[in-house]
């Protein structure tokens, strides 16, 4: 393990045992303090957010990027200030620190015991939508999780995310892939992140005007499998509660290849993510590349 890897490795460590232990007000004090001392800076995750928000604000002003850059790095601190603290809230925090809109898209799916797989993107705190679901539902659900370096903190986030109720595999292509669909044919609840992909099979996209590529995973199960796929939009407001959306469910198209089928479902799910960033912008913590003109010089200016 390297010096900057075991500082990394340290640094989670001590968020997850001492900011835990915080009084909610003073965690949240916190947050807003190290993500006004980041954003000016100006590092280049603040930089990144900034260029995403220009896509999704076409035509802001640099003064309104920078607000927006101010407010997303605290909405994304207010995020790890939450999960720092999420293994010790109470099962009534949780079942009251989120509020979703049309919920009954995920009973009525599980109802059908079909499966159903919640596709969500970057927006607020994922991680406190599945606590929810584990504690308010009671429904157990598998999700994955890129591994990463060191080992130690993906050992970490495994723990973590298991300490809430979920079964995480560890993100690893056919072997991921066929587990999910044994979970889903079994009538049982998946759940992705899914609005970045950097790999070769992602499918592009139509992403606030330009290409981008998104994970072909979510509609490749729907249609291997039967299940319903639901995105799933979340935000924040001025309340610590944490609002969110279960969308209508993605039709798998009546005609086409499997290519085809799979191309318009992913661009319903993105045009679906796009709805909740264009609402709540602040809230979307991308602060890496996504659209394929940056990914790609020759396609666009970085």
Not at 130 to 139: E, H, R
Not at 286 to 298: G, K
């Amino acid at each position: 393990m390297t010096a900057a890897e075991r500082l990394t490795d340290g640094l989670y460590g001590l968020g997850w045992s001492t900011v835990k232990n915080l009084p909610e007000p003073v965690a949240a004090r916190l947050g807003r303090t190290v993500a006004d001392a980041a954003w000016k800076r100006r590092g280049k995750g603040v930089q990144r957010l900034e260029a995403n928000y220009a896509r999704v604000v076409p035509g802001a002003s640099p003064e309104r990027l920078a607000e927006l850059s101010r407010a997303g790095m605290r909405s994304y601190l207010r995020y790890w200030m939450e999960s720092f603290r999420l293994p010790a809230w109470s099962a009534e925090r949780v079942r009251t620190g989120f509020d979703p809109k049309d919920a009954h898209h995920l009973t009525d799916g599980l109802a059908e015991g079909k499966g159903v797989i919640l596709a969500l993107p970057h927006l607020a705190n994922w991680d406190l939508a599945g606590a929810w679901v584990t504690t308010a539902l009671g429904i157990p659900f598998t999700t994955v999780a890129e591994r990463l370096k060191p080992e130690t903190l993906y050992d970490r986030f495994v723990a973590y995310r298991e300490g809430l109720g979920m079964e995480v595999l560890a993100h690893s292509g056919a072997s991921a892939f066929g587990t999910l669909a044994r979970r889903l044919r079994d009538g049982g609840l998946v759940c992705l992140v899914a609005d970045r992909d950097l790999s070769a099979a992602g499918v592009e996209v139509d992403f606030f005007g330009e290409r981008a590529r998104m994970p072909a995973g979510p509609a490749l199960l729907a249609q291997q499998t039967g299940a319903q796929l639901l995105p799933v939009t979340l935000w924040y407001d001025e309340s610590p509660v944490m609002q969110g959306r279960v969308h209508p469910p993605v039709e798998v198209p009546g005609t086409g290849t499997r290519i085809e089928k799979t191309a318009a479902m992913t661009q319903t799910l993105a045009d679906a993510f796009a709805s909740g960033i264009a609402e709540h912008p602040e809230d979307w913590h991308m602060l890496q590349r996504l659209w394929l003109a940056d990914l790609d010089p020759a396609k666009g200016p970085a």
